[in-house]
Each structure stands twice: as C-alpha cells, then as structure tokens.
C-alpha cells in the first residue's frame, strides 16, 4: 500500500470504531470477531455468528462544490446532498456481487456525513423529492455517524416520490420492507417520440400484474 492507501484505510478504521460504539449503544449489538478486508472494507461476525461485512463511504462533495457551498449555503433540506446520498447507495449496491461480498449474510452500509448532516437530508421530504424519519436501521439511511444495513434491521426509509433517480433497487426495497407503497407514473408516448427509450414497458408492467392489470393488450 502507498501512503495514500494507508491514510485512507487509517480514515476508515477511525470511522469503522464510531460506528460500532453508536451501534452498540442504539442496538445493544456487538461485532466481537471483524477483520480489515476489501470489498466490503471489513469482514467478520456478529453476536449470533453470522458473516457480516461493512462497507465504509464518506458522502462528501468535490473540492468546487464544497467552495461554491461555503459561498452560497445550501438551504436547510439540501437537495443536492439527497442526490449525493442516493449516488453513494447505488454506486455501492453494484458491488455486492463482487468481491467477498458473497460470503456475507448480512451487510452493512456506514455512510459517513462529511459535508452535510442527517438533519440537512432528512428534511429533502419537504421539498417532494423525498421524506425520512428517523427510527430503526434502514440500508443507506444516515444515522450519526453511520447508515443502517440490511439484516434484521428495519429499513428507515418511510416514503419517497420523484424522477428515475428512485426506481434504484436499493430504495425501492427499502420502501416496500417499511411496509410502504411505490407508486410511479408512467408516460405514454408514441414510437416516433419515444427514442426508442424502453417502448415495450407498458407491455411489460402489463404482463408482471396479470390478468388484474388494466394495461393488459397494450404495447
């Protein structure tokens, strides 16, 4: 490892150590047996012997936002935080079929708030683009330090409405595990305005319903 590499594993064991004792003291649950890894950052055990595997992210902006930001401060939801969060989820849910993450019956995701705060994001929900409570562990909801896994905990995430940027697996599954609804629009267009952008999902929302689906026979 270069110095570079071994500051930012020295970063990560630093903020790794302040997510198991806010763990500890929210959940009561320890992880007496962890071991430095690479995707995901670390790996081993919880109380019960299942393989666990945390993953460690900064949500932090490039060095230009993080400037324009201390010369116009963002409003107290910050929306573009929102974006960066949801960036930072769906970037890491493409790597759970990589590395050793095969091997983990749980996972968790820490994301650590560097340039915004769980206040900041959480009240995005007055803004329509999305609502968050605080409460039980959910995958990718920033809690202090850290951001909850999946496992046994219940997903944080209460309701959400927006653009493509919500039709993420990850937040999709977060919605529907709380017990909420996902509700969606979806345009109808001609084929000549279409681009040829997903013509045959009607069809294909049609078919996953059924019989009960009141677009069955469009195309």
């Not at 705060?117 to 995005?124: F, K, N, P, R």
């Amino acid at each position: 490892m270069n110095d570079k590499e071994i500051g930012k594993r020295e970063i990560e064991r630093e903020h790794f150590g302040l997510f198991l004792d806010a763990y500890k003291r929210t959940t009561g649950e320890t992880f007496p047996e962890m071991y430095d890894s690479e995707t995901p950052d670390f790996i081993g055990r919880d109380d019960k012997g299942s393989v666990v595997g945390i993953e460690i992210v900064q949500l932090r902006f490039a060095p230009d936002e993080r400037f324009m930001r201390q010369i116009f401060a963002p409003e107290p939801h910050d929306p573009d935080a929102w974006w960066q969060l949801l960036e930072v989820m769906h970037k890491k849910d493409q790597l759970l079929k990589k590395g050793h993450w095969s091997k983990c019956e749980r996972k968790i995701l820490v994301v650590v708030l560097i340039d915004t705060s769980i206040e900041a994001v959480a009240a995005g929900s007055d803004t329509g683009a999305a609502g968050l409570r605080r409460g039980d562990r959910g995958f990718g909801t920033p809690q202090g330090p850290a951001a909850g896994g999946r496992g046994r905990q219940k997903p944080a995430l209460a309701e959400a409405g927006g653009d493509a940027g919500f039709t993420y697996e990850t937040v999709v599954d977060a919605i529907r595990e709380a017990g909420g609804d996902y509700f969606l629009f979806v345009k109808s267009l001609p084929p000549a305005r279409s681009g040829g952008n997903q013509p045959e999902l009607k069809a294909e929302i049609a078919h996953a319903f059924g019989d009960d689906s009141p677009l069955k026979g469009c195309r």
